[in-house]
């Protein structure tokens, strides 16, 4: 037992409230920095995470094990494998990265860093947390501070969405409540290791009842359709940096949640919906590029856009082969990276336009260059492009799951549609948007500056790394998704 | 220098990070440097041509790229006298739009970025001819798609402009559907996308051959998108709104080239069924014949040589179709140099009188007369005169045709030739012969820089010459060096067959001229006879329209219903169940307010009440007061004597 | 007729209880009313007196009482008529008819 790094991940921005918390708040510039700070250490941290794995296990690492209600059984159990290394560190990117986004909040700042630092906690948390009630707590610490960055610093319609976004993430919530206590009263213990060990001796129809309750609770999460309607109004209500956060790790958390615990849990039950599972997927995949291609706000065309990418996710993990859940996996860490950037993106336009009509701009290209040219960069990386991470999960997703033995192929051919609708949408707004006449009205647009640029540059980089090289991602997966899918032995 | 092929694609790439991110401010200093780095992989490629020459073996070399315990997925080179061959076509051709651009382009406001995205295109292209993996070709097939789509777009305050481009990303998009299908199914019945794998394990005869075969007819359709044919082939002549160097590079002499380039390399899957073959043919022999007459009655100038392309990569396709490797490629490689010469020569022309539409031009040779001279030996090439590249390449492809029996085919390529020669001369007179119809354009006219007639007389020289390499009697000429499969395809030279196409192709000449130059048939006339014809042509099928009505505007109809969908069921249900939710509440709001707060409150309201009326009895006189306490106490005694 | 009994001094006592009473509830002039109270103490005191001849002729009880009674008699007469000549200023006048603010 070294440093307790996955402690230290996950507390430290608490320290962070508590320091903004103490702070005056008129000295915004000072808030701002110490917010920056206490998100840059995690960041530091996860690096050394990174770099300390070890790839070649698949077993659980920097295990920290304490008693902490010994009467009823919960541990405090963190623990980190090949699902969650790359999620701890998009988090910790992504939340310093929309921390840096945020400097633009000039309302009630001290509350606004506070509660972010709080959803780090959260989010950390679910990601590393290997018992269940500790699970279910950071699962539902996160909602809070969503529910206030939303419904306090969001645009016009906040309040519907926070409360929309709340109430079904807490309706979800209410059935993995109950699929906890099922198994707690099953096995009488809530360590997920322990519940993965016994699996075999869950009976058939339970495991059906609490795979499909820990799954209505993950999928709206995801969101899987038909639950996805909270995302387009929480994605386009919420402060830019939320949306970040909202896109590049929450949506991370359902399809995490799924592979960390429907998939090893309950092996019989994920064979059994692996069809359902898909077809969801696919539906995800199409259904959510065509109503993108009818939106005619930037922000919620990016919104549907995340629906239909989760849809990927979603098919390459009912695959239930290497390959696909890889690609699931690499979709996970894809899609936040280039969604968070795209949505970073959205908030510079509007920042200036203070408009997210898309048929309201046009020609920018002329004006903007610097930006035009990093928005149609993660634009093609959202449509596909090989070369960028998006490619690689598409196409592991698609060549996993053609090669399954559980899923029927002719899902996955209607599932190659959605490239074409995806490059659809994408140039059209990027033409609407970009090409074309320059619309005077914008005259007074300026380009993106610096600050935006190093928001986005690290998301750049990590886009085209894995696109290029997908092993530098692949070496933490491996392992750990050869041993998910051993269990179902194929 | 074959060992180290993937150095090759490198300098263009290092030209395109260099001008992005460090030259952009300085338009001389990128596009030199651009220029510097393509002649760097010109000579580099045509090192490893030599080798090649030399050698003969293919060689291939791959690194891990992506690998489970249970899949893997290498990436890496493969390189073999096709390769070699390509390699040579794209770095010339791209090396000479590199330097026509400097003419072209100048003046421009994103020369700079014009420069970055031939390097870019130059790059993907290059890695694409060099990729050992189907998978690795598919990458490199989208980045030329996005250049491509940049390039066309390069003008992008022009609307059409702009469209062009999307039409073209979004058509070949669609065609690559059927790439990445293929792509699965040939992973999943192969478990490999590696070229020179996949070619032994066809060889050795242990794959599973139906499976390969539809993998392989799906991945064609990926072809067809790029190489623009029939049905995919309506953005090419869209495509060109880009600037014309990048018509004449991209979409003339190599990224829609690729889908021959594929084609040929998927030639051992191919091969493997009858069916499979006669579809490629049938494809190929189709988009000829259908391009070229649409060609026939086009005005604008750079539609009629994209027409022309589509109708010229069909034949090669047809001949790969045929069986005819050797052919197909080598059309390929003849093709690229006169077409090239040809949109460079059309760029040059529209740079002296601005438009496009050849009825305003007219008697140009006059002022611009390399152009015109370069253009005529292009377009003498390309209708098959002898002895230039063209006519020995057509020859190839009449010749197998003609040795496999498939006398329809035959047929198809000698309507298109004789079409083909016709438009050319068609162009050739309208534009640089006769009286000028447009005095203004005419009297602006000039002859275009060195920097760009110095590229017109490269490709010229090539035009007539590059053919030679294929000459039917020659020993080791090409068809001993690019060939499929270990005996060289010597098709014997057919001297009838020669006279014949010549004979077509002169007649084609024939008629352009009696129409065009001496007038002695009217155009006009010709097009009222065949009114109905002439509208088909003129509206190329009528393709466009069938594809908006029949699907981009269902597609957008139905983006729309899916959003109404979202809006109003599913998020009907949400909102529903929290309007439910929230009448439910109500509900108990009011029955908490009437009923049990009414208990409450009812008995505070019935004390009150009683109080109410038991205050009248307070009248404040004492002396009531002592009469009730008197009757009382009377009472009280009364009540003691009763009971006791 | 004989001797004075014990009925003739409770008939006596019951006749001045009656007439205060009467007097209590009648009048309407405070001083009248004080005037039938005094009545109702004597009649009490004649009572006490009478039965402590009669019913325990050695005990001195009833003749305490009486005594009390005559004290206290007293003093409710000084501390009703100050309450009275109160009255009559704030009022103009004794009617205890008119004096009824504490009702409701």
């Known amino acids: 037992m070294g440093f307790p790094i996955l402690s230290f991940l996950t507390f430290f921005p608490l320290l962070g409230v508590i320091a903004v918390l103490l702070l005056r708040r008129t000295d915004i510039g000072l808030i701002r920095w110490t917010a920056a700070f206490f998100s840059f250490v995690p960041l530091v941290a996860s ?138 009263f099953t096995t009488g213990t ?47 209500e919420a402060p830019t940096a939320v949306s970040v956060i909202l896109a590049g790790i929450l949506l991370k958390m359902g399809t995490y949640g799924i592979l960390r615990v429907n998939f090893p849990m309950f092996p019989e039950a994920t064979k059994y919906f692996s069809i359902p ?82 048929a309201a701009f046009g020609g920018l290209g002329a004006k903007l260059p610097v930006y035009t040219g990093i928005f149609t960069l993660f634009g093609m990386a959202s449509l596909g492009l090989p070369g960028m991470s998006g490619f690689v999960a598409e196409f ?83 392992a750990t998704v050869e041993n998910l899918v051993k269990i179902f032995g194929n | 220098m074959i060992h180290n092929g993937w150095l090759i694609p490198l300098f263009p790439l290092i030209s395109f990070l260099m001008i992005v991110f460090v030259l952009k401010k300085n338009q001389k200093a990128s596009s030199y440097f651009a220029i510097a780095m393509v002649l760097i992989s010109l000579v580099l490629s045509f090192i490893l041509f030599i080798e090649m020459l030399a050698d003969g073996h293919a060689y291939h070399k791959f690194v891990n790229w992506l690998s489970w315990s249970d899949f893997e997925l290498p990436m890496g080179i493969f390189i073999d006298p096709l390769t070699a061959v390509m390699l040579i076509v794209v770095t010339i051709v791209s090396s000479l739009v590199h330097i026509y651009s400097l003419g072209y382009m100048h003046g421009d406001p994103r020369f700079s970025r014009f420069y970055a995205y031939l390097s870019l295109f130059t790059f993907s292209m290059l890695g694409l001819v060099v990729a050992g993996s189907y998978v690795l ?72 051959m139906t499976l390969i075969g539809i993998a392989g007819i799906l991945m064609f359709m990926g072809a067809c998108g790029k190489s623009a044919q029939f049905p995919f082939h309506v953005w090419l002549p869209d495509a060109m709104e880009g600037p014309t160097p990048v018509s004449a590079l991209i979409h003339a002499a190599t990224m829609v080239a690729a889908g021959v380039y594929l084609t040929a390399r998927m030639m051992g899957i191919i091969l493997v069924s009858e069916a499979m073959a006669t579809v490629v043919a049938t494809i190929g022999a189709i988009t000829a014949v259908m391009a070229a007459s649409i060609g026939l009655v086009q005005n604008d100038i750079k539609r009629i040589l994209a027409y022309s392309t589509v109708s010229q990569l069909g034949y090669m396709i047809m001949a790969l179709g045929l069986g005819g490797y050797t052919a197909g490629s080598f059309h390929l490689f003849t093709h690229a140099f006169f077409k090239a010469l040809l949109f460079l020569g059309a760029g040059s022309v529209i740079h002296a009188v601005h438009t496009n539409n050849i ?18 030996i292009a377009s003498l090439s390309i209708a098959g005169i002898f002895p230039l590249s063209g006519f020995w390449s057509k020859d190839e492809i009449f010749a197998v045709a003609y040795d496999g029996g498939h006398y329809f085919f035959l047929a198809a390529g000698i309507a298109a030739a004789f079409m083909t020669a016709f438009y050319m001369f068609r162009l050739y007179f309208l534009t640089f012969t006769g009286t000028p119809r447009d005095r203004h354009a005419y009297d602006h006219a000039h002859e275009s820089p060195l920097n760009m007639t110095i590229p017109l007389m490269i490709l010229a020289v090539l035009s007539v010459c590059a053919g030679w390499w294929g000459i039917p009697w020659l020993e080791h000429g090409y068809g001993s060096f690019v060939k499929f499969g270990h005996h060289a395809h010597h098709a014997e030279p057919n001297i009838a067959l020669m006279a014949g196409s010549l004979l077509v192709a002169g007649s084609g000449i024939g008629f352009a001229y009696l129409v065009y130059r001496k007038k002695v048939i009217s155009a006009e006339a010709i097009g009222a006879r065949f009114k109905p014809l002439y509208k088909l042509l003129y509206n190329k099928y009528y393709f466009d329209e069938l594809y908006m009505a029949a699907i981009v505007n269902p597609t957008y109809k139905i983006t729309e219903i899916f959003f109404r969908f979202d809006q109003v069921v ?47 009895t307070q009248t404040g006189q004492l002396q009531t007061y002592a009469l009730v306490v008197f009757i009382g106490a009377v009472i009280l005694i009364f009540m003691k004597f009763i009971r006791i | 007729m ?38 109702l103490f004597n009649a009490a005191a004649i009572n006490f007196v009478a039965f402590a001849k009669y019913v325990d002729p050695n005990g001195l009880a009833g003749q305490a009482f009486a005594i009390f009674i005559i004290t206290v008699a007293a003093a409710e007469a000084a501390v009703g008529l100050a309450i009275v000549m109160l009255i009559y200023r704030n009022f103009r006048g004794i009617e205890v008819d008119k004096i009824n603010f504490m009702k409701w």
């Open chain 2, 359 to 376: 009825q305003e031009m007219g008697g140009l040779h006059g002022k611009m007369k390399i152009t015109s001279i370069t253009f005529l």
């Open chain 2, 137 to 208: 070709i598919l990458v490199f097939w989208e980045l030329v798609g996005l250049t491509s789509y940049l390039l066309i777009g390069f003008w992008f305050e022009k609307k059409i402009a702009a469209d062009a481009g999307k039409k073209a990303f979004v058509t070949t998009k669609l065609a690559d559907l059927g790439f990445l299908l293929g792509l699965m199914l040939l992973l999943f019945a192969a478990h490999t996308a590696s070229i020179p794998e996949l070619n032994e394990l066809i060889e050795s005869g242990h794959a599973p």
């Open chain 1, 277 to 358: 599972i898909a077809i969801l997927g696919l539906i995800g995949i199409i259904y959510g590029a065509l109503v993108s291609m009818a939106q005619k706000d930037l922000k919620k065309l990016v919104a549907y856009s995340s629906v239909s990418h989760m849809g990927y996710c979603m098919l390459g993990m009912a695959a239930i082969t290497t390959v696909g859940v890889s690609g699931c996996l690499f979709q996970m860490f894809s899609h936040g990276v280039i969604t968070g950037a795209l949505f970073l993106l959205v908030g510079v336009i509007y920042d200036r336009a203070h408009t997210r009509e898309i």
């Open chain 1, 190 to 236: 809530l360590d997920m290791m322990e519940l993965i060990a016994k699996n075999a001796m869950y009976g058939h129809s339970f495991q059906l009842w609490v795979f499909a309750a820990f799954f209505i609770a993950f999928a709206i999460k995801v969101p899987v359709w038909p639950f996805h309607t909270w995302l387009p109004d929480a994605h386009v």
């Open chain 1, 47 to 184: 690096i050394f995470l990174v770099a300390g794995y070890d790839t070649s296990t698949s077993a659980i690492q920097f295990i920290e094990r304490h008693a902490w209600f010994p009467q009823i059984n919960v541990t405090y159990y963190l623990g980190a494998d090949g699902l969650s290394v790359p999620m701890l560190f998009l988090t910790a990117l992504l939340s310093f990265i929309s921390i840096i986004a945020s400097f633009g909040i000039k309302e009630r700042v001290k509350e606004y860093f506070a509660w972010f630092l709080l959803l780090e906690v959260g989010m950390m948390g679910v990601f590393c947390a290997l018992d269940f009630f500790l699970f279910y707590i950071f699962w539902e610490i996160m909602l809070v501070p969503m529910y206030f960055l939303i419904g306090v610093w969001g645009g016009p319609r906040r309040e519907y969405a926070a409360i929309k976004f709340f109430l079904y993430t807490l309706f979800g919530s209410l059935f993995m409540l109950v699929a906890i206590l099922a198994l707690y």
């Open chain 1, 396 to 478: 592991m997703v698609f060549v996993g799951s053609f090669n399954s033995p559980f899923i029927e192929r002719w899902i996955v051919i209607l599932a190659v549609l959605g490239v074409i609708l995806t490059a659809g949408y994408i140039l059209r707004m990027i033409q609407k948007m970009f090409l074309g006449q320059f619309n005077t009205k914008w005259e007074n647009l300026t380009d993106i500056n610096g600050r935006e640029i190093f928001t986005v540059f690290p998301l750049a980089v990590f886009t085209l790394l894995i696109g290029i090289w997908p092993n530098s991602l692949n070496v933490f997966l491996k």
């Open chain 3, 2 to 39: 004989g001797q004075l009994s014990l009925y003739h001094f409770l008939a006596l006592g019951a006749v001045l209880f009656a007439l205060g009473v009467f007097g209590l509830l009648t009048r309407r002039n405070a001083i009248g009313i004080l005037m039938a109270i005094e009545l």
């Open chain 2, 570 to 616: 599913i998020d009907g249900i949400v909102n529903g169940a929290a309007k439910l939710t929230l009448w439910w509440s109500w509900a108990k709001e009011r029955f908490d307010t009437y009923v049990i707060d009414g208990a409450v409150n009812g008995a505070g309201y019935l004390s009150l009440a009683i109080g109410r009326v038991l205050r009248r």
